[in-house]
């Protein structure tokens, strides 16, 4: 109903100077802030997503992982600084199609079968009804398709969480640890999948609070207390850092970190 | 608005009752055994004619103000209504969805008790039919309105479920089925001026006193109408795509 467009201008301006200056970027994150109970749980963060990439943004649990990618679908209020998604202020009308958003806990009606659930997602993307079995396959849930939700387990669950954002084909993709608790195989098949998509010209952003996921992915965010510690590949943040693992890399980072603040 | 993704909506929450037998089953059954009861209380008596009527009203306000409550809240703590609101879906097609699905369950609750009520149980109304359900269904969506609206202002079911007594409750005291509101105190009867649920049963009650639908009949449901508008402008802008 366009309630919000009035709240996210469109600087023309800036937005053919972000496109000219990040032609490969679909997000791009300059100075945000977000304050959470009176604390800031991002401060000063910036940071750009490549086009066709899996990134993973990686750093323990209440870094403040899911308030950037919060951010970055618009669903977050935010003190100050700029988001930008395809050249789009984050939460505009026109993203609404073109950005998929997993949560962390499952977000879909325990009470409907998997089936039921992907539908209605469907329905609202306008997306073709054909998408719910391929969705339904490329998680891997086709034997579970019309089961209750409520009665799958946590992992199946967030699969289903996962094949509705998959729904309509997204150009970005935002998935809040979609691999947590999942069995290593099943793993394995969905990091497998998210390179595919992004072969495919999706851009995936994905956050894990497991360091060793980190292989899996093109380019890395290495982030800890609101604030991004590393923006690289994963061979750069090796060879760069001369540790042998993203775990040891990060701990080597934060010591650094501290000591030029010390 | 999109009519797509209204009635998906409103297909989606009718699928959600559909599962749940029991509380399917709740929701038509429940208002005929108090109906019958009260029958059984009053046999013998006028009380249950003049009862009767106005509480065919009363019965999917309040259902229908719990469920909506309890909703709403869940997929706002699930998280379904985020991911919702960063879709193409317009409020409005999520209220209407909503209120298409709650208003046929009332539909169905209503005629099977007035059914029950006119038949089994002899209550006199001499207003038409169809009348007395437009009056439930209007109802039904106040009360799924008003819970929409409240529902906001809850953390957790446990408030969600005590918003009843609270919002309900006052409003059933004070809308004239216990003492006739014209000869309440004047504060009360100030009171129960501004509740909308003294105007359904104002509605109702017409349906028992005269033949044919009186003028007043239609005024008192213009408020009601009025009041289901205002809760769900009120209950739209709780719904916020953007939160702390």
């Not at chain 1, 609202?124 to 019309?146: F, K, N, Q, T, Y």
């Not at chain 2, 019958?36 to 509480?55: N, Q």
């Amino acid at each position: 109903m366009g309630v919000d467009a009035g709240s996210h201008p469109v600087h023309i301006h800036q937005m053919m100077n972000n496109e000219a200056t990040h032609p490969d970027a679909a997000v791009v994150v300059a100075g945000l802030k977000v304050v959470r109970g009176g604390r800031a749980v991002l401060d000063d963060v910036s940071l750009e997503v490549t086009r066709g990439t899996v990134t993973g943004l990686l750093g323990p649990s209440g870094c403040g992982k899911s308030t950037l990618m919060r951010s970055i679908v618009g669903v977050q209020i935010v003190e100050g600084g700029t988001v930008e998604v395809l050249g789009q202020p984050a939460g505009a009308k026109a993203l609404r199609r073109s950005v998929g958003y997993v949560t962390q806990a499952p977000s879909v009606y325990a009470d409907l079968t998997v089936r039921e659930n992907l539908r209605y997602f469907a329905a609202v993307l306008g997306a073709p009804a054909s998408d719910v079995d391929r969705v339904v396959d490329e998680v891997g849930l086709g034997s579970h398709i019309d089961v209750v939700t409520g009665r799958l387990s946590g992992g199946q669950a967030a699969r289903v969480s996962l094949a509705a954002a998959l729904l309509g084909n997204p150009e970005v993709l935002v998935l809040d640890e979609p691999t947590v608790g999942l069995d290593p195989v099943l793993r394995r098949d969905l990091w497998k999948l998210f390179a595919h998509l992004a072969d495919n010209g999706s851009t995936l952003l994905v956050s894990s609070h497991v360091m060793d996921e980190a292989t899996r992915c093109g380019r890395l965010l290495l982030m800890r207390d609101g604030r991004i510690l590393a923006d690289d590949s994963p061979e750069g943040l090796l060879e760069r850092t001369g540790a042998p693992d993203v775990e040891t890399a990060f701990l080597q980072l934060v010591e650094q970190a501290e000591r030029s603040a010390a | 608005m999109n009519p797509a993704v209204t009635l998906a909506t409103a297909r989606r929450v009718l699928g959600q009752l559909r599962h749940d037998h029991r509380t399917l089953a709740m929701l038509i059954v429940v208002p005929c055994v108090l109906l019958s009861l009260l029958a059984w209380i009053f046999d013998g008596t006028r009380t249950f004619d003049s009862l009767g009527a106005p509480l065919l009203g009363i019965f999917p306000f309040v259902v229908m103000f719990l469920v909506t409550s309890v909703a709403t809240l869940r997929e706002r703590t699930s998280g379904t209504l985020e991911r919702l609101l960063t879709m193409p879906i317009g409020k409005l097609d999520l209220l209407v969805g909503y209120a298409l699905a709650f208003g046929l369950v009332a539909v169905v609750q209503a005629t099977v008790a007035a059914l029950l009520a006119v038949t089994l149980l002899g209550l006199d109304i001499t207003g038409p039919f169809w009348f007395l359900l437009l009056v439930a269904v209007l109802d039904a969506l106040l009360g799924m309105a008003l819970g929409l609206f409240v529902s906001a202002f809850a953390a957790t079911e446990f408030q969600a479920v005590q918003f009843m007594p609270a919002f309900v409750l006052p409003q059933f005291l004070l809308c004239g089925l216990l003492v006739p509101r014209d000869r309440m105190d004047d504060v009360l009867r100030a009171i129960s001026d501004v509740l909308p649920l003294s105007y359904a049963v104002d509605a109702m009650r017409d349906l028992s006193t005269s033949e044919g639908i009186a003028a007043e009949a239609w005024g008192d449901l213009s408020v009601v109408g009025a009041a289901i508008v205002l809760a769900l402008g009120l209950g739209a802008a709780t719904l916020r795509r953007r939160t702390p």
